[in-house]
């Protein structure tokens, strides 16, 4: 949100990708060609024949990219933030990240709870600005496993 803030005078439309924020939380397909194809639809129910910007961090910069090599018609320009054209190619990386997601101690009673686990980082404020309240606590609005 706040990305999308700063960009005062563009219109911006924000996508939640499979498997993370409002979208559906088990997809049952979590190909790359899957998440390519959800930001086409967006931008063909959106903004039809019409060349947009992608931004996008992390995995969402992946799709941004893959979208921009498979719909070069369709994309105007491109920004990537905390991701890489290829992904990562390092087995161990990934299952780092993995087991530093399922370490969380979720649910978080509250917010600070939250903050004091994940630290101070910009990146903190995107996972704890939107969790999902259950009665056992907040929980984010995604599963390790799915990541």
Do not use: K, N, Y
């Amino acid at each position: 949100m706040p990305t999308a803030r700063a960009l005062q005078g563009h219109r911006v439309l924000l996508v939640d990708q499979r498997g993370h924020g409002r979208s559906t939380r088990r997809p049952d397909d979590l190909s790359r060609a899957a998440f390519v194809g959800d930001v086409v639809a967006v931008m063909d129910a959106c903004a039809p024949g019409e060349r947009c910007f992608l931004v996008g961090q992390s995995m969402g910069a992946h799709t941004a990219f893959l979208t921009s090599a498979m719909h070069p018609d369709r994309v105007g320009g491109l920004v990537m933030l905390e991701g890489e054209v290829a992904g990562s190619g390092d087995p161990e990386e990934t299952a780092t990240v993995g087991r530093w997601f399922a370490s969380w101690p979720i649910p978080f009673p509250v917010e600070a709870a939250a903050r004091v686990f994940l630290g101070e980082d910009a990146i903190v404020d995107a996972w704890i600005a939107d969790p999902e309240a259950t009665q056992q606590g907040l929980m984010p609005r995604f599963d390790a496993d799915v990541m």
